[in-house]
C-alpha cells in the first residue's frame, strides 16, 4: 500500500520559494499514478495546485500556473514542489496525494503546515 | 477556474439523512462523471469517500451514496452517527487536465 509523507521548511518568508518534498514509500514513483499537491489555508476549502507523472508531464492549476514548478526524482521515489514568489495567501497545510490512472485522490499525505512570514 | 459551491454547514441528528449539495457549471461537474467525495476530521488528511459521482471504495460504508442532476453533484449519509461529524468535500475534473475542489462543508452531528 503506498504511503505518502511531506517534508520541507515550515517557515517561509514573503516573496521567497516555497520547497516542498514528498516521499513515495510501498510503491514506485514510475507507476501509473499522477502525483498530485493539494493545499487548504486555514479554515478553509482544498485547492488543487497541480499534479506530475513519472515522464515529467506537468498539469497546474490556471491561477498558480506562472509560480508552480513540479519535478519527480525517481532516483529517491520522491516529488516535489516549488511555489515562487510567495505571499500570505499562501499560507496552508500542503498535502500530496496519489491519483491513479482514474480519477480520484488516495492515499494522501498527512500534510505539513507552511507559513508565509517575515 | 471557479471553487465549487457547497453549503458552508450542515446538521443533523443521529439515525437522520442529510443530504450536502456540489454546485459547479456546464465546464465541470455538468459535463462529466468525475466528482468525488472526501470526508475530513479535524486535524487529519482528507479520505475518499466517494467516486466517479456514485460508487464507493472498498471499506466505506453503504450509508454513503452519491448523485448528480445537471451542474450539482450530492453527498447523502443516512442513518447519521456520531463518528459522521466532519468536513467533506466535494472535487471535479474541470476539463483541460485541471481539477477543482469544492469550499468545503462541515457536517456537525446534533
Known amino acids: 500500500q503506498v504511503h505518502l509523507q511531506e517534508s520541507g521548511p515550515g517557515l517561509v518568508k514573503p516573496s521567497g520559494t516555497l520547497s516542498l518534498t514528498c516521499a513515495v514509500s510501498?510503491?514506485?514513483?514510475?507507476?501509473?499514478?499522477?502525483w498530485t499537491w493539494v493545499r487548504q489555508p486555514p479554515g478553509k476549502g482544498l485547492e488543487w495546485i497541480g499534479e506530475?507523472?513519472?515522464?515529467?508531464?506537468?498539469n497546474y492549476n490556471p491561477s498558480l500556473k506562472s509560480r508552480v514548478t513540479m519535478s519527480v526524482d525517481k532516483s529517491r521515489n520522491q516529488f516535489s514542489l516549488r511555489l515562487s514568489s510567495v505571499t500570505a495567501a499562501d499560507t496552508a497545510v500542503y498535502y500530496c496525494?496519489?491519483?491513479?490512472?482514474?480519477?480520484?485522490?488516495?492515499?494522501w499525505g498527512q500534510g505539513t503546515l507552511v507559513t508565509v512570514s517575515s | 477556474q471557479s471553487a465549487l459551491t457547497q453549503p458552508a454547514s450542515v446538521s443533523g441528528s443521529p439515525g437522520q439523512s442529510i443530504t450536502i449539495s456540489c454546485t459547479g457549471s456546464?465546464?465541470?461537474?455538468?459535463?462529466?462523471?468525475?466528482v468525488s467525495w472526501y470526508q475530513q476530521h479535524p486535524g487529519t488528511a482528507p479520505k475518499l469517500m466517494l467516486y466517479?459521482?456514485?460508487k464507493r471504495p472498498s471499506g466505506v460504508s453503504s450509508r454513503f451514496s452519491g448523485s448528480k442532476s445537471g451542474n450539482t453533484a450530492s453527498l447523502t449519509i443516512s442513518g447519521l452517527q456520531a463518528e459522521d461529524e466532519a468536513d467533506y468535500h466535494c472535487?471535479?475534473?474541470?476539463?483541460?487536465?485541471?481539477?477543482?475542489f469544492g469550499g468545503g462543508t462541515k457536517l456537525t452531528v446534533l
Open positions: 496525494a496519489s491519483r491513479p490512472p482514474l480519477n480520484w485522490f488516495d492515499p
Open positions: 510501498g510503491g514506485s514513483i514510475s507507476s501509473t499514478n499522477w
Open positions: 506530475i507523472y513519472q515522464s515529467g508531464n506537468s
Open positions: 456546464s465546464s465541470d461537474v455538468g459535463s462529466y462523471n468525475l
Open positions: 466517479e459521482v456514485t
Open positions: 472535487c471535479s475534473y474541470g476539463g483541460f487536465s485541471t481539477w477543482v
